[in-house]
């Protein structure tokens, strides 16, 4: 294959989540045809990124082997840009076949890195998902676990809910940087109903209210916003960022998604309302598409700087 096609490398280190399923589940209906790859060491599946900001062709690619002896050779010609490794947490020789790969994925120097718990085997310790966090931290791995449902049977409705298991593995693929990606024309002046919908994502149902019905409402007081809390704000929606990278404008909304997640429910909304019109301006959206919104930023802004 080409040198400037994206790949992936997919290994699977778990007894119950193979390779070829973490790409089959990436893929959905886009399965493509296998292809054999360095001396059938590796099974290839096209898969296309398709985002708002641009297009790629990437190689999924799963080993057939688990672990690497030491000096064992693997995969020499090839260039992996991304690696996700499946493990079970609950089994101590399944992680320890991780750690195996580290001195392989050290000489490829990958952009994403990412170890994927299957949630599957006895009920593991804390202890062992502790031992796992503390390695993945020191080797710049995400750690991303399959199974969340104590997160997901929370009563209150989070306005910055994170992505996990598969849905945060493509999400994270889609904001990396590939060889071949091409740039969408003029992304960050895109209009129409998908940039909306994005922009929007974090206000609650309740708060949509229609023209008519937000004219004649009143809106409800808005808490003041701390001072470093503005100054990320007026960041973000600067005209300056022309040449900023949108990995970089997601980094800042992580920071304000982990701010968030302290404050009560009520000023959550408020402070993702905002959010919300200071990410559609740093991507250049059009200020028709969020009037009516964000009516009170002058005063916070004045409490926010006494």
Not at 15 to 30: G, N
Not at 103 to 120: I, N, R
Not at 281 to 286: F, I, M, W
Request: overall charge negative.
């Amino acid at each position: 294959m080409a040198d400037n096609v994206g790949q992936v490398l997919v290994v699977s280190c778990s007894s119950f989540l193979s390779s070829e399923d973490i790409i089959r589940e990436m893929c959905k209906t886009e399965f493509s045809s296998p292809k054999e790859l360095s001396n059938g060491s590796l099974i290839a599946y096209q898969w296309k990124i398709e985002n708002k900001y641009y297009t790629a062709d990437v190689q999924l690619c799963a080993s057939s082997v688990s672990s690497l002896p030491p000096q064992c050779e693997f995969a020499a010609n090839m260039n992996f840009q991304s690696v996700i490794i499946a493990f079970d947490l609950s089994e101590k020789s399944s992680f320890h076949n991780v750690k195996s790969w580290l001195s392989y994925v050290e000489t490829q120097d990958p952009s994403v890195l990412l170890l994927l718990d299957s949630g599957k085997g006895n009920s593991s310790k804390e202890s062992a998902k502790s031992e796992v966090v503390k390695w993945c931290l020191n080797n710049s791995f995400e750690f991303i676990e399959m199974n969340s449902e104590e997160e997901e049977t929370e009563e209150e409705e989070d306005d910055f809910q994170e992505k996990t298991g598969i849905d945060r593995v493509v999400e994270a693929l889609q904001c990396a940087e590939w060889p071949n990606m091409k740039m969408r024309e003029n992304p960050r002046s895109h209009k129409g109903s998908e940039g909306t919908q994005q922009a929007k994502a974090v206000l609650s149902d309740d708060e949509k209210l229609s023209s008519n019905q937000a004219a004649a409402a009143e809106r409800p007081p808005v808490f003041p916003l701390p001072t470093d809390d503005l100054e990320l704000l007026s960041s973000l929606a600067s005209d300056g960022n022309d040449n900023e990278s949108f990995e970089e404008l997601f980094q800042k909304l992580a920071v304000m998604k982990e701010r968030a997640s302290s404050l009560p429910a009520t000023e959550r909304k408020d402070y993702a309302e905002k959010v919300a019109i200071a990410f559609w301006r740093a991507l250049g959206g059009s200020e028709e598409e969020i009037a009516g919104l964000g009516e009170n930023d002058g005063d916070n802004s004045e409490d926010g700087e006494k």
